[in-house]
């Protein structure tokens, strides 16, 4: 092993050179503290501003002579998932020295046809012998070519490798004995017609989709070898959400906040748990559920029960160290099968075709928001449900708060179950059952709780709102928020970047990154509220380029002269918004719109397209009139979502 400088302490060491150590690099740097980041190889580059870089293979004696001298006392695996002895000598050390290993591990697909499952490349080449196959595309990695020479070197076999352009692997191939005219790279224009094609168990992010998609359309079975098991010991997590949550549970000093689960979350692991229960297995004690990114989390469960033609389940919220009036609250599922078939067809509701709930009424008829889709009448839902995906049937009960306003993204009458929440609920139980199903969520607190919100300002009543666009919550503490901003952007920095997006969250994002594809994930830094501590820190950092995405109701509260956008600080201020649109040239009719506002970002939708257009570029304007002396002598560009 060859480090960069002497070793510092540090209580994590990261084994990486995948995709997944270069997201273990990105969530353990928010942290702020040291942490070391092992790799084989020295190219296998990384940027990191808190990472202590290491490279060279590591045996048994040299890795625990390490932890040693660094007092290591948790160890991220996110190395390859065919780095076998390293994957063996994590566990040697780890059990020797007492050490927690958390795994971030990979998505692994299902392997269904044209896929065949061997165990070892051993198998693999047994299995293909006696497949008669003697033209075979093997995708294995140069490191490979060794151990399926008794395949590629029989009598009447043709096989080609695809390797890395690199020295070293054109050499590793010609010590082999291969014939360098079967190696491919991947500026490799055509391929051989080959007849099967080997690949090893890499996951989503290794390709592997890819690698079935290509068999696929070539018409050829697709020979798989299964990845090593690893230790059951491990903490497994599959992203970033689940690493920090391990990491806070396991070496708790290491990050100065705990992040925690939204209402959404707990809702969907609820009713995750309760129909498990209802589908006749055990009562569990922990659920596996999918957050809206896809990744995989697991929340305890604190209760079940089981009636007649019901399962329920409660879970408590955690909302780590962020200061939300709903932790340690417990939020319950109640679902049951839903025995009627829809009145109409499934198409014609679906949410995955309009992009939206379609909202139904008791005995009365509705509108589909898709074009295209027929009325009709759905019967005996009760008042307020929500049809989300054409099978699942959700409703609120007890202590969830009912809309009574327009412009909350949800018809009046519904519940308060916003948009990603009621999407999670349906993913979540449509991979666990495909027929129709009644869910009920309550807050047995929550009319309690809604006293100490802003709900009955927006025209929520009743009780709280079931929220969360990405499951998780980032904890809320304006020091260890604004110096978790000027981390991300070091980091940024140090890779290079000379330009930074600053957006509020996760929707924003998505947005604003359509606008500049072009730009790095950690090109986009999350505000939050802090927009003007984001603004003098990208400054202080050194950037003199930054672009302010600013959803239209931060946006109004910032084109205000209001730096910090939180709803604690600050509400709309409808009167300097009249006067800004009386003096943008707005119709008189804008008046009345914004006089009659719940929230500003019904702004598009109520004024006139001419009215809006007008207001939007006073708005914009004026944001940029606040934030710009934060961000002096440099080039800033506001743009409104």
């Not at 060859?2 to 209580?11: C, D, V």
């Not at 519940?415 to 139980?429: E, G, K, S």
């Not at 260890?480 to 994002?509: K, Y």
């Not at 600013?550 to 910090?564: I, R």
């Amino acid at each position: 092993m060859t480090p960069t400088a002497p070793t510092p302490s540090a209580p994590i060491l990261v084994f990486g050179g995948t995709t997944e150590g270069r997201v273990a690099v990105r969530v353990l740097d928010m942290a702020g503290s040291p942490f070391l980041y092992s790799t084989r190889e020295a190219w296998q580059d990384v940027q990191s501003r808190h990472g202590h870089r290491l490279t060279g293979a590591l045996d048994a004696e040299a890795m625990t002579a390490l932890c040693q001298r660094a007092g290591v006392r948790l160890v991220v695996d996110a190395a390859h998932p065919f780095a076998a002895t390293l994957h063996q000598t994590i566990a040697d050390v780890a059990q020797r020295m007492g050490l927690p290993v958390v795994r971030l591990e990979r998505e692994y697909p299902d392997l269904t046809p044209p896929c065949v499952a061997c165990a070892s490349f051993d198998d693999a080449v047994h299995r293909m012998k006696e497949a008669g196959i003697r033209r075979l595309l093997a995708l294995t990695g140069v490191q490979t070519i060794g151990r399926l020479r008794p395949f590629w070197s029989a009598d009447g076999v043709a096989c080609w490798f695809r390797i890395l352009d690199r020295p070293s692997s054109w050499q590793l191939a010609e010590a082999e004995g291969f014939p360098v005219d079967n190696l491919l790279t991947d500026s490799a224009t055509s391929l051989p017609a080959v007849d099967a094609i080997l690949t090893k168990e890499s996951g989503r992010s290794g390709g592997f989709e890819e690698k079935v998609a290509l068999a696929t359309r070539l018409g050829v079975p697709l020979y798989v070898v299964r990845r090593p098991q690893l230790p059951a010991t491990w903490t497994t997590v599959t992203g970033e959400h689940g690493l920090r949550r391990a990491v806070e549970a396991l070496c708790p000093d290491f990050f100065p906040l705990r992040s925690g689960f939204t209402t959404g979350s707990c809702a969907t692991a609820a009713a995750v748990a309760a129909l498990s229960v209802l589908l006749g297995r055990d009562h569990p004690q922990h659920v596996r559920f999918r957050l809206p990114d896809g990744e995989r989390m697991e929340m305890p469960v604190a209760r079940t029960s089981r009636g007649d033609t019901w399962a329920e389940a409660h879970v408590i919220k955690d909302a780590g160290d962020d200061p939300d009036v709903t932790d340690g609250t417990t939020i319950v599922a109640r679902v049951s099968f839903r025995p009627s078939p829809l009145p109409i067809p499934c198409r014609e509701v679906s949410s995955h075709l309009c992009g939206q709930p379609s909202y139904v009424q008791s005995d009365t008829s509705y509108s589909p928001p898709c074009k295209g889709g027929a009325g009709g009448k759905i019967q005996g839902l009760g008042g307020g449900a929500l049809l989300i995906g054409g099978r699942v049937f959700l409703t609120g009960g007890e202590g969830v708060g009912r809309v009574t306003l327009p412009g909350l993204g949800l018809p009046v009458g519904a519940a308060a179950i916003n948009p990603v929440p009621q999407q999670m609920i349906c993913d979540n139980l449509s991979a666990l059952y495909d027929g129709a199903l009644n869910v009920e969520i309550s807050v047995p607190e929550g009319r309690r709780l809604a006293e100490r919100t802003f709900n009955p300002r927006v025209g929520v009543v009743d009780g709280i709102s079931i929220i969360g666009t990405r499951g998780i919550v980032q904890p809320f503490s304006s020091q260890a928020f604004v110096q978790a901003i000027h981390r991300q952007l070091e980091v940024a920095w140090a890779t290079g970047l000379r330009e930074v997006v600053l957006n509020s969250g996760a929707r924003s994002e998505n947005l604003v990154r359509t606008m500049r594809p072009e730009l790095p994930p950690y090109a986009f830094i999350h505000y939050g509220n802090f927009i003007g501590e984001a603004l003098r820190a990208a400054h202080d950092v050194g950037f003199r380029r930054a672009t302010l995405a600013v959803m239209v109701g931060k946006a109004v509260k910032l084109a205000a002269g209001n730096l910090n956008t939180h709803s604690h600080e600050v509400v709309m201020d409808r009167d300097f918004l009249s006067r800004l649109a009386a003096d943008a040239g707005c119709s008189a009719d804008a008046e009345g719109v914004i006089r009659e506002l719940t929230l500003a970002r019904e702004l598009p939708q109520r004024l006139s397209p001419d009215d809006w257009q007008r207001l939007a570029a006073a708005i914009t304007d004026a944001c940029h009139r606040t934030a710009a002396p934060t961000f002096p002598d440099g080039e800033l560009h506001v743009v409104l979502l």
